[in-house]
C-alpha cells in the first residue's frame, strides 16, 4: 500500500509537472506587454499556418529546426514597443543548428552565448534569443541598439512565471477567448488609422490606452477577418463602451456596393441620427475628420436626420486633402431650410453656393465640400464633385462580394484597404508587408463588432 501510495503522488507530481511546462516559455513574455496575438499553428484554417516560422528562419520543414509548433506562437508589442514572438523549443540543439546554417549563409550573425542563453541577430533588423524553454525575436533594432535589447531578452528569458505574461490582465482575457488565432491589444498600439472606430462610445477624456479590443481572427479571400468587440479595466469607460454597442442596429447592406476595391477604408454602420450623434461628439477622430467643414456647415443636425444604414469612405488620395465620403439613409431632411443660413454665416474667405437640386458646395480656398439630398431621402457627400454624385451608385470596382456578405447583418462594421494606406503613407507603414509572413497574401482588414 505505501509502495502504491509512494507511486501515486510520483505519478501526481510529473503530470503537475508536464501540466507548468506546456506555459513556461510564455514567462519570457513581458507582463507589461501592450497588445497580445495567439496562434495556434496546430488549428489554424485557410492559410499556410506555419508561414511565419518558415519565413523567419528561412526553412521549409519546421520538423527539425528545434521548435515546437504544436505549441501555440504568441506575437507582443512591449511596453516600449518593439515588436516580438515567443515560441516553444523543442530542442535547443536543433534550433541552434538551424541557426548556425543561417548564419553560415550570411542571414544572421553567429550566435554568442550570453547569461546562459543563445543570441543572434537576423537580417540586421531583428534579435533571437533562446534557451531550453523558450525563443523569442523582437525587434526591429538597429546594430547599435542590439546589445541593449539582447540584455532586455535575456532577462526575459530568465523572468519567473510571477514576472511574465501569464500573471497579466492581457493574458486572462487572451485565454477567455476560444479560437486559434485570437487577439487582445491596447487600442493605441494599433496604428493611428484603425484607432478611431474602436473608441466610438468611449467618454470624451479616455485617453486610448485605457481600451482594448479583443478578438478572434481569420483569414478569408485575402482578407483578415477580425471579429471583436472593445472593453476596458476602468468600469467607467467599459460600461459607457458597453452601452455604446447599443447604438448599432443590424447592418441592411444598402451601401455595400459604394465601397471601391481601391478606397482606402469604409465604416458602415445602422444607426439613429439622436444616438449616434453623441458617440461622434464625445469621439476625437471623428471631430477631427470633420473640423473642415464644421465650421460652416451644421453636420450634427445632417446626422440627426439620419435613420438606417450609413457608410463612411475615405477614398484613394484623401491624405493630400478633404475627400471624406458619406451616404445615409435619411428620416427627413428638414435640415435643408437652415441651408440659407449657413450661406450667410460662413467664416471669412469661404461660402456655400448651390450646386444641384436640394445639393449644395462648401469651399475655403483648401477644402471643398459637396452635400446634398436625393429625392429618395438619401444623403451624399464628396470632397469633390465626383465622389459625391458616384456614392450613391455602384463602384465600378466594388469590394468582393464575399466581404459584402461579411458585412450585411454586423452591427458595426470597418473594412480598410491595407495596400492603399500604404502606398499613400496614411501612418500605418508597412502594415501589409508586415502581415505578408503571418497569413500569406493579406491586402484587406475588416474588423465586425461581435457581442
Given at each position: 500500500?505505501?509502495?502504491?501510495?509512494?507511486?501515486?503522488?510520483?505519478?501526481?507530481?510529473?503530470?503537475?509537472?508536464?501540466?507548468?511546462?506546456?506555459?513556461?516559455?510564455l514567462n519570457a513574455i513581458p507582463n507589461n506587454s501592450v497588445a497580445l496575438v495567439s496562434m495556434d499553428i496546430a488549428?489554424?484554417?485557410?492559410?499556410?499556418?506555419?508561414?511565419?516560422?518558415?519565413?523567419?528562419?528561412?526553412?521549409?520543414?519546421?520538423?527539425?529546426?528545434?521548435?515546437?509548433?504544436?505549441?501555440?506562437?504568441?506575437?507582443?508589442?512591449?511596453?516600449?514597443?518593439?515588436?516580438?514572438?515567443?515560441?516553444?523549443?523543442?530542442?535547443?540543439?536543433?534550433?541552434?543548428?538551424?541557426?548556425?546554417?543561417?548564419?553560415?549563409?550570411?542571414?544572421?550573425?553567429?550566435?554568442?552565448?550570453?547569461?546562459?542563453?543563445?543570441?543572434?541577430?537576423?537580417?540586421?533588423?531583428?534579435?533571437?534569443?533562446?534557451?531550453?524553454?523558450?525563443?523569442?525575436?523582437?525587434?526591429?533594432?538597429?546594430?547599435?541598439?542590439?546589445?541593449?535589447?539582447?540584455?532586455?531578452?535575456?532577462?526575459?528569458?530568465?523572468?519567473?512565471?510571477?514576472?511574465?505574461?501569464?500573471?497579466?490582465?492581457?493574458?486572462?482575457?487572451?485565454?477567455?477567448?476560444?479560437?486559434?488565432?485570437?487577439?487582445?491589444?491596447?487600442?493605441?498600439?494599433?496604428?493611428?488609422?484603425?484607432?478611431?472606430?474602436?473608441?466610438?462610445?468611449?467618454?470624451?477624456?479616455?485617453?486610448?490606452?485605457?481600451?482594448?479590443?479583443?478578438?478572434?481572427?481569420?483569414?478569408?479571400?485575402?482578407?483578415?477577418?477580425?471579429?471583436?468587440?472593445?472593453?476596458?479595466?476602468?468600469?467607467?469607460?467599459?460600461?459607457?463602451?458597453?452601452?455604446?454597442?447599443?447604438?448599432?442596429?443590424?447592418?441592411?447592406?444598402?451601401?455595400?456596393?459604394?465601397?471601391?476595391?481601391?478606397?482606402?477604408?469604409?465604416?458602415?454602420?445602422?444607426?439613429?441620427?439622436?444616438?449616434?450623434?453623441?458617440?461622434?461628439?464625445?469621439?476625437?477622430?471623428?471631430?477631427?475628420?470633420?473640423?473642415?467643414?464644421?465650421?460652416?456647415?451644421?453636420?450634427?443636425?445632417?446626422?440627426?436626420?439620419?435613420?438606417?444604414?450609413?457608410?463612411?469612405?475615405?477614398?484613394?488620395?484623401?491624405?493630400?486633402?478633404?475627400?471624406?465620403?458619406?451616404?445615409?439613409?435619411?428620416?427627413?431632411?428638414?435640415?435643408?431650410?437652415?441651408?440659407?443660413?449657413?450661406?450667410?454665416?460662413?467664416?471669412?474667405?469661404?461660402?456655400?453656393?448651390?450646386?444641384?437640386?436640394?445639393?449644395?458646395?462648401?469651399?475655403?480656398?483648401?477644402?471643398?465640400?459637396?452635400?446634398?439630398?436625393?429625392?429618395?431621402?438619401?444623403?451624399?457627400?464628396?470632397?469633390?464633385?465626383?465622389?459625391?454624385?458616384?456614392?450613391?451608385?455602384?463602384?465600378?470596382?466594388?469590394?468582393?462580394?464575399?466581404?459584402?456578405?461579411?458585412?450585411?447583418?454586423?452591427?458595426?462594421?470597418?473594412?480598410?484597404?491595407?495596400?492603399?494606406?500604404?502606398?499613400?503613407?496614411?501612418?500605418?507603414?508597412?502594415?501589409?508587408?508586415?502581415?505578408?509572413?503571418?497569413?500569406?497574401?493579406?491586402?484587406?482588414?475588416?474588423?465586425?463588432?461581435?457581442?
Amino acid at each position: 500500500m505505501k509502495r502504491l501510495i509512494t507511486y501515486f503522488y510520483a505519478f501526481l507530481l510529473v503530470a503537475l509537472m508536464t501540466g507548468c511546462s506546456k506555459t513556461d516559455y510564455l514567462n519570457a513574455i513581458p507582463n507589461n506587454s501592450v497588445a497580445l496575438v495567439s496562434m495556434d499553428i496546430a488549428k489554424m484554417n485557410g492559410i499556410d499556418n506555419q508561414t511565419l516560422l518558415k519565413a523567419l528562419l528561412h526553412v521549409s520543414n519546421l520538423n527539425t529546426s528545434g521548435i515546437d509548433v504544436s505549441a501555440p506562437v504568441y506575437l507582443f508589442e512591449s511596453a516600449d514597443g518593439n515588436l516580438g514572438l515567443c515560441a516553444k523549443v523543442d530542442d535547443a540543439g536543433d534550433l541552434q543548428k538551424t541557426l548556425d546554417n543561417l548564419a553560415s549563409k550570411g542571414i544572421c550573425q553567429r550566435l554568442k552565448e550570453h547569461r546562459d542563453c543563445q543570441f543572434t541577430l537576423l537580417n540586421n533588423a531583428w534579435a533571437i534569443g533562446f534557451n531550453d524553454d523558450a525563443v523569442l525575436v523582437m525587434g526591429p533594432v538597429t546594430a547599435t541598439s542590439y546589445t541593449n535589447l539582447r540584455s532586455q531578452m535575456a532577462k526575459y528569458l530568465r523572468q519567473s512565471e510571477e514576472k511574465g505574461i501569464l500573471h497579466s490582465r492581457l493574458y486572462e482575457r487572451l485565454d477567455s477567448i476560444d479560437g486559434a488565432m485570437k487577439m487582445v491589444a491596447r487600442v493605441d498600439a494599433l496604428p493611428e488609422k484603425l484607432i478611431m472606430p474602436f473608441t466610438l462610445g468611449a467618454p470624451v477624456s479616455t485617453n486610448p490606452s485605457q481600451i482594448f479590443v479583443s478578438a478572434k481572427m481569420r483569414v478569408e479571400d485575402k482578407c483578415l477577418v477580425i471579429d471583436g468587440r472593445t472593453f476596458s479595466f476602468n468600469a467607467k469607460i467599459d460600461k459607457a463602451l458597453k452601452e455604446a454597442t447599443q447604438t448599432y442596429r443590424l447592418i441592411q447592406g444598402k451601401y455595400m456596393f459604394t465601397m471601391s476595391k481601391d478606397d482606402v477604408a469604409g465604416l458602415f454602420v445602422n444607426v439613429k441620427g439622436d444616438d449616434f450623434i453623441r458617440l461622434m461628439n464625445e469621439n476625437r477622430g471623428f471631430q477631427a475628420l470633420l473640423a473642415g467643414v464644421n465650421a460652416a456647415i451644421d453636420m450634427d443636425n445632417i446626422i440627426k436626420s439620419v435613420d438606417g444604414d450609413m457608410c463612411v469612405i475615405m477614398p484613394n488620395g484623401s491624405d493630400k486633402g478633404f475627400r471624406m465620403k458619406m451616404c445615409a439613409q435619411l428620416a427627413h431632411s428638414q435640415w435643408l431650410k437652415d441651408v440659407d443660413y449657413w450661406k450667410q454665416s460662413c467664416p471669412p474667405g469661404s461660402r456655400i453656393r448651390d450646386w444641384n437640386q436640394n445639393a449644395f458646395c462648401f469651399s475655403d480656398g483648401k477644402t471643398s465640400f459637396y452635400f446634398g439630398v436625393s429625392p429618395d431621402k438619401q444623403f451624399y457627400s464628396g470632397g469633390s464633385e465626383e465622389d459625391a454624385l458616384i456614392v450613391l451608385t455602384q463602384s465600378k470596382n466594388p469590394i468582393p462580394a464575399s466581404w459584402q456578405r461579411l458585412i450585411e447583418g454586423q452591427k458595426m462594421v470597418m473594412v480598410m484597404n491595407l495596400e492603399a494606406l500604404t502606398d499613400n503613407q496614411q501612418g500605418v507603414g508597412g502594415v501589409s508587408s508586415m502581415l505578408k509572413p503571418l497569413f500569406g497574401e493579406v491586402n484587406s482588414l475588416l474588423y465586425r463588432l461581435s457581442e
